[in-house]
């Protein structure tokens, strides 16, 4: 939460790994349940269409944004309001944990997706000047 009392999601130099306990074997576009789009497959779609365009803040707005359908008067007010309280970032997110994503965050928090499978992950998995977070978990550890 920065002095405002507003939350965040953004990293920064960050790459956020594949849960460990995922159970595909490469990045995996998520599909449409009931014939609507999910936030998932929304996620995907800006995400692949608009590398290291947006922040996970962007990211996630916008997604609640459009789910909402607001207009672009209420877009500002709804924004603050929306980090105002916290959100779960992309640690939580159905990519990294079920689809098979990594997600990179840049120096400036943009961010780009990586299937699990790519040479591109496994650079940043390697890279020792970017920091690495896994993604939760889907199902609890056993003991």
Known sequence: MNKDGIHTTNYFNTF???AED???SSGTKPLAKGGKQTVAMRQYELLVN???????????????AEK???TQE?????????????QPCFRA???TKIYGFGVHADNEGKVALWGMETEKYQQLANDPTIQKVKAMRTSKKSK
Do not use: C, M, W
Request: hydrophobic share 50%; glycine share 2%; aromatic share 18%.
């Open 16 to 18: 956020i790994e594949v």
């Open 22 to 24: 995922t159970q595909v």
């Open 50 to 64: 608009n590398p290291y365009q947006f922040t996970s803040d962007d990211i996630f707005f916008l997604v609640f």
């Open 68 to 70: 909402n359908h607001l």
């Open 74 to 86: 209420a877009l500002a007010a709804a924004r603050k309001d929306f980090f105002s309280k916290g």
């Open 93 to 95: 997110s159905p990519l």
